[in-house]
């Protein structure tokens, strides 16, 4: 269980997504934090993936192998 207080401008346009979709906002609400978890999960273990295998060069070092 999650009980959450929105802002009254995002508590509006769920309204109006809710009426013109007819879904419940518990449903849409589920929906978008579904969807958005999914990114930050995506996004974190890419982060912690790259921290793990970093091997960097300067971008000086690259610009001068690359010709820039």
Known sequence: MLAIRLPESIEARLN???????????????????????????YYLA????????NTIPLADLERELGL
């Open 47 to 54: 982060e912690a993936r790259a921290r793990r295998n970093r």
């Open 16 to 42: 109006a997504l809710a009426q013109e979709t007819g879904r419940a906002k518990s449903t849409l609400a589920r929906e978008a934090i579904l969807e958005y978890i999914d990114d930050l999960e995506d």
